[in-house]
């Protein structure tokens, strides 16, 4: 029996999308016309952050390849036999099935679909994504063109979001709120971190589901800390027992169709003493001063010498670990990022209309030392024409959360 290389199925029909027919086409219109900027006669995709925003498609790699292939007048998805025809039925375009019967079928799916006759000159790939071992494959089979890095410029097309987009975020937000509701209801003393977090993403998954019911359902998730585990942002949630006294820090992330959206606040169990509160004031003073920042117009390194200047007066600059915000997006722990938009010393983008940004300070006092633990509050802003929207509504401070359940 001869087995195909590569192939189409068309099974069942495609799906209700997260965005609309007239969402995709802006975009992939906004892709065509970096193409034709760079002169590029194709742009082959591989990362999951830039197929999902061009497709709706987001793949599950486990070790394969998948891609996107976009020409001047096509675009299809090229993912593994594995998935069978849901990349299909979750795409904005056509896609094209590789098999994994001989080595290097996907090299031969991308071929299919720009022919075999078709002059490819110049070559668009994502040089923040693609391994050397891939580059070096895609080569092989266009020997003659020239490889452009086109990975900027995209990034650079999602740090504008749409109205769709601005939509679903703030949903985003309001799930995340009340992941943090749920969470403060289970927050006492023995309660261990998991159970927590558990607690947590179940209600911001549930809401996910009465919010976008043709949705697929994957990576919310919640980091719960408490203790010296709260020193990393990004620490997992641990079996630790939590004991009265204790700093927390709450971190929920519900992921709809790709789209990171956060909660994070500083809270304390019981109780918190003098050095304790003396350093959360001082982080809460930063955020609340940043919120006040973060306008258009403004650079992104401006917000960020005002802010160090205050911690420093307060006497904390050196507790601090990272930057003061981010972009919102396609994104996730584990895939995406728009680092041309994060409020950090380097970064002298220019804020404007439809860009989505935290204001997210954190400060760091190590073990041993009066205060000890991280202090972190983030909230999500989407900036408009004149001024900015915050679109968490979870309070913060230490007014607001001493939790004493």
């Known amino acids: 029996m001869e087995r195909p290389d590569f192939f189409k199925l068309k099974n069942g029909e495609k799906v209700k999308l997260p965005f609309s027919k007239n969402e995709y086409e802006r975009r992939v219109i906004n892709l065509r016309s970096v193409m034709e900027k760079s002169n590029l006669d194709m742009i082959i995709l591989t990362s999951m ?23 001047k007048k096509k ?117 261990t971190e998991i159970e927590i977090a558990i607690s947590g993403r179940d209600a911001m998954e549930r809401e996910i589901v009465k919010t976008y ?28 027992k939590l004991i009265k006294g204790d700093i927390l820090s709450l971190n929920t992330f519900p992921m709809i169709s790709g789209y990171y959206t956060a909660l994070e606040r500083t809270l304390f169990l019981d109780y918190a003493d003098d050095d304790s509160l003396k350093a959360w004031e001082a982080n809460v003073k930063v955020h609340k001063r940043g919120l006040e920042l973060i306008k258009p117009g403004v650079k992104c390194s401006e917000i960020c010498k005002e802010l160090n200047d205050m911690f420093a007066e307060l006497g904390y600059l050196q507790y601090r670990t990272f930057g003061y915000g981010h972009s919102f ?61 915050n679109i968490t509504k979870f309070p913060f401070g230490p007014e607001n959360n001493i939790i004493k359940n």
Not at 96 to 105: F, G, L, M, Q
Not at 213 to 240: C, L
């Open 213 to 240: 019911p043709d949705s697929e359902y994957m990576d919310t998730w919640v980091w719960f800390q408490s203790g010296i585990n709260t020193d990393g942002a990004h620490n997992p949630k641990t079996n630790r």
């Open 75 to 191: 675009i299809s998805t090229i993912s593994a036999n594995i998935d069978a025809s849901q990349p299909w039925r979750r795409s904005h375009c056509e896609n094209i099935i590789y098999t994994d019967w001989k080595r290097d079928n996907f090299l031969k799916a991308i071929v299919s679909i720009v022919g075999r006759d078709e002059q490819t000159k110049k070559i668009g790939i994502e040089n923040d994504h693609v391994t050397l071992e891939v580059r070096e494959k895609i080569g092989s089979i266009f020997p003659f063109s020239v490889f452009t890095d086109i990975s900027k410029e995209l990034m650079k097309l999602r740090m504008i979001k749409s109205n769709e987009e601005i939509e679903l975020i703030k949903n985003g937000a309001r799930i995340a709120d009340l992941g943090g509701y749920e969470i403060i209801k289970h927050i006492r003393e023995n309660n």
């Open 329 to 389: 997006g396609v994104l996730s722990h584990f895939y995406g990022r728009e680092a041309g938009l994060e409020l950090r010393e380097d970064i002298d983008t220019v804020l404007e209309e439809n860009m989505v940004i935290s204001m997210e300070p954190m400060i760091l006092i190590p073990e041993g030392k009066p205060g000890a633990g991280g202090y972190r509050e983030h909230d999500i802003l989407v900036i408009g024409k004149e001024g900015v929207e």
């Open 49 to 71: 952050h830039n197929i999902a925003y061009y497709t709706g498609f987001i793949y599950c790699s486990f070790g394969r390849p998948y891609g996107c292939v976009i020409t």
